[in-house]
């Protein structure tokens, strides 16, 4: 047999698309871009968050390390 490693793709989001689903505010996603608290990438001027981390953000919060 194969050991075959299955990745799964992360499914990014944008900033608009986030904002509709949580109703959260474009200049607050972006501050928490800007000091790296959530999961994201960033192409050109557009941000895209990892929606899953960013569940995760919403129900755990900042974890101090």
């Known amino acids: ?5 299955v990745l799964k793709m992360p499914m990014m989001k944008t900033i608009k698309q986030i904002m509709e689903e949580t109703g959260l505010s474009y200049k607050y996603l972006v501050k928490l871009c800007q000091q790296n608290r959530i999961t994201h990438i960033r192409t050109g001027k557009k941000y895209l968050i990892n929606y899953e981390k960013f569940i995760e953000f919403l129900n755990v919060g900042d974890r101090e390390e």
């Open 1 to 5: 047999m194969q050991n075959i490693t």
